[in-house]
């Protein structure tokens, strides 16, 4: 199954004036999250959308990851 995922880089948010957490500005934008996770490590959250939104903010970049993985069920 093909899912649309952004990663959402905290400190170019923070940097573009974004003070809300993540969860909260996703919603703000507009997006219909289905999923997210996030990897303090790299100061991202990765979160699956229903639909990408064009323009997208400098914070948010179209990426890949492996859902099932982080979301399905272990087995």
């Not at 809300?20 to 699956?48: N, R």
């Not at 997208?56 to 087995?75: N, R």
Request: net charge negative; with cysteine.
């Amino acid at each position: 199954m093909k899912y649309n995922q952004v990663k959402y880089d905290m400190i170019t948010a923070f940097n573009e004036g974004v003070r809300e957490h993540p969860q909260k500005q996703m919603e703000k934008l507009g997006y219909k999250v289905i999923a997210s996770i996030a990897q303090s490590l790299y100061d991202c959250w990765g979160f699956t959308v229903e639909d990408y939104i064009e323009p997208m903010p400098k914070y948010l970049k179209k990426f890949e990851y492996d859902f099932d993985y982080w979301h399905g069920e272990i087995k």
